[in-house]
């Protein structure tokens, strides 16, 4: 175990180290800086890159995501946890199968779509604009939030919506007041799966968003041209890197608790 824990660390920590070494140095080998040098973090930000204006991107469109991805992910859970009709259980399978499509198969006939070229002439332009990345990271973490959240409203008992209708709650009001608080570990968890995932993703977001004002920073970083635009951006990519992934380790580790919690509340009967 401490052999695969170290082997997952190192990446992290030599990204760490190479973005702190002086942009000199380049690909230097030393497994520690010295000196040790924030330039490679000023030039991050540095006006040709537009890092910052990437990272607001990042943040709009992993927010939008994951927000409605909660909104029709909870509802949908909730009445193929609760609701009985024929084909329930092919309804969910179906609903993960979509999520088994590989990305690469899909952007082709998305990019036809959202470009209005034949035959979607009749579909918006939405090059460039952040539905065009929104709405197929939707397409790959609804089928991961109605899963999780399904088996999460199952273990819940239904005596306790049916208890606080006997009290004068509508079934509305039950849902939201007594089931939703309970199942706050798994929508907490989803949550954070969903908007990891729409935060590190790139091959969509390289494909939609052409224009530098609406680069995610994934792609931002792939199209650094170093601090001065001659130098190697090596220590400028890895201080981008440590930027991006630093706060999601950090987000990670504080809730790692309510992430496993609700990871393996669905399991329990």
């Not at 973005?19 to 030393?30: I, V």
């Not at 040098?37 to 990437?54: D, E, L, P, W």
């Amino acid at each position: 175990m401490a052999l695969i824990v170290l082997y997952c660390i190192i990446p992290f920590y030599w990204m760490i180290v190479s973005s702190l070494r002086d942009p000199s140095q380049g690909r230097s080998t030393q497994f520690i800086p010295d000196p040790v040098s924030i330039a490679n973090f000023k030039g991050v930000f540095s006006g040709q890159n537009n890092f910052g204006r990437s990272l607001i991107n990042s943040l709009i469109v992993s927010g939008a995501t994951t927000i409605l991805t909660l909104l029709f992910g909870i509802v949908a859970a909730y009445a193929l946890a609760r609701l009985t009709f024929k084909g329930k259980g092919l309804v969910l399978w179906v609903i993960m199968a979509c999520s088994m499509f590989p990305v690469i198969i899909l952007i082709p006939p998305l990019l036809k779509m959202f470009s209005s070229t034949e035959p979607f002439q009749w579909f918006p332009r939405w090059v460039d604009t952040y539905q065009a990345v929104i709405v197929p990271y939707l397409s790959f973490g609804l089928p991961l939030a109605v899963w999780n959240l399904t088996a999460f409203f199952k273990q819940l008992p239904v005596e306790l919506e049916q208890a606080a209708m006997v009290d004068g709650c509508t079934p509305g009001v039950a849902f939201r007041k007594v089931i939703l608080p309970l199942a706050a570990p798994g929508v907490f968890t989803t949550a954070i799966i969903v908007f990891i995932g729409a935060w590190n993703e790139y091959l969509i977001a390289l494909t939609f968003l052409q224009a530098a004002d609406r680069q995610t920073a994934t792609v931002a970083i792939s199209k650094f041209t170093g601090t001065t635009g001659f130098d190697t951006p090596y220590g400028t990519i890895m201080a981008a890197g440590v930027i991006v992934t630093v706060p999601l380790l950090v987000a990670v580790l504080l809730f790692q608790r309510r992430i496993v919690a609700g990871l393996t509340a669905g399991g329990v009967k």
